[in-house]
């Protein structure tokens, strides 16, 4: 069994392999394309037990940023196997061509992941509100319409940065909404992240109804499909 990491360009320049979950990386070549694993680490030992799956997870991501920091490179799910060298080597024969072009596609590019957190209706901002009295159900009905002005203002917001994303990077992925947090999953040009670094800070300005992160540049998980 061969527990695959990664898929890179078989002739790379110096490349220096972290260590591996157990034992050591080795890197099987095919052509134009090579592959990064781990011989003999079952996925039966990973899942003996929460702890060490999650300990392999993590060694998985550690182990394809570090070498993402050196080279290009496709990154494969965790527990991605092969029972033999002859199967991996039969893969990589037959997807040659796509992994090829893959690779070229992202080259000196790196993903940034754009966390947008809505940011809740502030009372403090609202019309003030009498506690009883004949203005009450008409204060009351003031504070619901600037609550419901305020969802829509925010919708507004968010229309509008996709609509800049897409216009400025148009290789983005949205992803699904969790917990009302939404997700963009950019893919841009490392020399280009002091420009991206500017825009996020306007945007910030732009959208002041939503908290807006980015995080560190990853290897492009989102755009290997």
């Not at 929460?50 to 080279?71: P, T, Y």
């Amino acid at each position: 069994m061969l527990y695959t990491y990664c898929l890179i360009a078989s002739s790379p320049s110096a490349l220096s392999l972290p260590s591996g979950f157990r034992g050591e990386l080795q890197l099987i070549k095919q052509g134009a394309i090579a592959a990064i694993v781990e011989a003999e680490l079952p996925l039966e030992e990973l899942e003996e037990n929460d702890q060490k799956l999650i300990q392999a997870v993590i060694h998985h991501d550690a182990v394809i940023c570090e070498i993402f920091q050196q080279i290009p490179l496709l990154p494969l799910r965790f527990g991605t196997y092969f029972p033999t060298e002859k199967d991996l080597l039969e893969h990589l024969d037959f997807k040659a061509e796509k992994y090829q072009k893959k690779l070229q596609e992202i080259q000196d590019k790196v993903e940034l992941t754009l966390k947008l957190t809505p940011l809740p209706f502030s009372t403090e901002n609202a019309s003030p509100m009498e506690k009883q009295g004949k203005n009450y159900l008409k204060a009351k009905k003031q504070r619901y319409q600037e609550q419901t002005n305020y969802q829509s203002q925010q919708q507004a917001e968010l229309n509008q940065l996709q609509t800049q994303i897409n216009q400025d990077y148009p290789q983005f992925i949205h992803g699904e909404p969790k917990e009302n947090i939404e997700r963009f999953y950019l893919l841009i040009k490392e020399r280009d992240r002091s420009v991206f670094s500017e825009q996020l800070e306007q945007w910030k300005k732009d959208f002041p109804t939503w908290t807006i992160e980015v995080s560190d540049p990853l290897p492009p998980y989102h755009f290997i499909e």
